[in-house]
């Protein structure tokens, strides 16, 4: 089979029946042109280009190939001119995966933003606790919490988060507060992802650690609704800062053994490969950084 490139070559000379002509337009010296068309016609068997001092014309098998080739090269420069365009322009159809607590109003509101300012990006969204094989779903970028699974994924951090004890005064109202992590087992806790309404909160103060189990009457999938309970004095809650900074500014929740918080979890994108990164994915990624999540602080 004749190498494609001789072809391509040849298509150029014969469009501006000229050896030096072809050779500006490719980019390459005259005499690579000249040696692709010869190599060409030895691959072939037949004489493409009639050669004279004055003038360069195509021979009747010439004629023949170019009228064959010329329509086909045409649309396959086409079709690579439509890829390289995708890849630089962000448009197409972005497929993300987010776990349950991201699925709430904040999130969605940044999203409908980002599908605005890029209008010819499209959204498929998976809200999900699995952790889907992003290869096999055809997935263009996960984000994940805490720590990842060792993998052949690319994960960029983007955020971190850490959480802290806190009640509001009307729960601790009569209520004697905990005065050590061990403590809270004696307390009602408003529960994140629990089973049968008792979960294990991890908490460090230094380089010491306590992992102990805590139950209580409400149990959630997201924050918002953890958040929402602790506000209303349901128990104890164990809530991102970003969450409850305000509100233990404001008095409205008191934080318990301020010694004492969540480990830092840290927030990634999750992507399948760092080669030929589509443009949709690109600008995704900047705008994921730059958004001030109610869920993580942004990574500067």
Same mark, same amino acid.
């Given at each position: ?16 029946? *000229? ?6 337009? !490719? ?42 080739? *010329? ?25 993300? *995966? ?39 779903? %055809? ?13 052949? !994924? ?41 089973? %049968? ?11 010491? *650690? ?27 809650? !164990? ?41 949709? !994915? ?19």
């Amino acid at each position: 089979m004749a190498d494609l490139n001789d072809i391509a070559v040849f298509v150029r000379v014969a469009q501006f029946e *000229s050896f030096s002509r072809a050779a500006h337009a !490719l980019g390459m010296p005259v005499s690579t042109v000249s040696r692709k068309v010869t190599a060409l016609e030895e691959r072939l068997g037949v004489t493409l280009l009639q050669r004279t001092t004055r003038k360069l014309s195509l021979t009747a098998q010439g004629r023949a190939y170019y009228n064959q080739c *010329s329509e086909p090269l045409s649309d396959l420069f086409d079709a690579e001119r439509v890829l390289t365009q995708t890849q630089k322009k962000p448009e197409g159809l972005l497929r993300i *995966s987010a776990p349950v607590i991201l699925g709430q109003e904040a999130f969605y509101e940044f999203l409908s933003s980002f599908l605005k300012t890029y209008p010819r990006i499209q959204a498929d969204l998976f809200i999900t606790n699995l952790f889907l094989d992003l290869i096999a779903e %055809n997935v263009d970028v996960a984000i994940r919490f805490g720590e990842l699974r060792d993998s052949s !994924l690319i994960a960029q951090r983007i955020g971190k988060s850490v959480r802290y004890v806190v009640a509001a005064p009307e729960y601790l109202h009569g209520r004697l507060p905990p005065s050590r992590p061990e403590d809270l087992r004696q307390h009602q806790c408003v529960l994140l992802q629990a089973r %049968n309404n008792e979960v294990e909160w991890h908490l460090v103060n230094g380089k010491k *650690s306590i992992k102990l189990h805590v139950s209580g009457p409400v149990a959630a999938r997201d924050f918002q609704a953890v958040s929402a309970f602790t506000y209303r004095g349901h128990g104890i809650g !164990l809530l991102p800062s970003t969450y409850c900074d305000a509100q233990i500014a404001s008095g409205e929740l008191v934080r318990l053994l301020p010694d004492w918080s969540s480990p830092e979890i840290f927030v990634h994108a999750v992507y399948p490969t760092r080669r030929f990164l589509p443009a949709k !994915l690109q600008v995704f990624l900047e705008e994921l950084k730059a958004w001030k999540s109610p869920l993580w602080i942004p990574l500067r």
